[in-house]
């Protein structure tokens, strides 16, 4: 029983981290956005003073609340809601990835002097490079550039038949 489970467990671990990142490529972008536009000077403050295990605690807050979102979101497509269940799950995997990136970028340094802590990111940063090293993520990657490519031709012709449109009007 032990050797059928093992391989399912790494299965769904993999599915798992595969998830994860794929909404960190999206959840990137919006912390950055708001770090440069939302202004918490006095709260950023207090959270950089803050000593590892408190860090730890506060870095945990938004895993502890947002996770169980993803069991939530299953139930609303199971009986029936399945784009509540999409609307639902990717609201609050992307709001609970920017919190723990923005949570994490304020208290690396702190958090990194708890020896459990690092030894567990080391272990996550490896999962992850093994993960981007794999022909699925070279392909998503590949998908997404093409389009982000697309979208951006789409804008500049609309852009460029809205111009046309205001010129003809004039």
Known sequence: MKQIL????????????LVDAVFMALAMPISRWVARHLEFKRLRAWIRS???YPSLALFSVPVIILEPIK???AYLAATGQVMGG?????????????LVERLFSLTRDQLMKIPAFAWAYGKYTEARAWLQA???????????????????????KLV???SKLATFRD
Do not use: C
């Open 134 to 156: 794999t022909e699925a993520w070279r392909a998503i990657r590949a998908l997404s550039s093409t389009a982000r490519d697309y979208v951006a031709q789409a804008r500049t």
């Open 160 to 162: 460029g038949g809205f």
């Open 86 to 98: 999409a609307v639902t799950f990717v609201f609050g995997e992307l709001l609970k990835l920017v």
């Open 6 to 17: 093992k391989p399912i467990t790494y299965i769904l671990a993999a599915i798992y981290f």
């Open 50 to 52: 803050l000593p590892p």
């Open 71 to 73: 069991p939530v979101a």
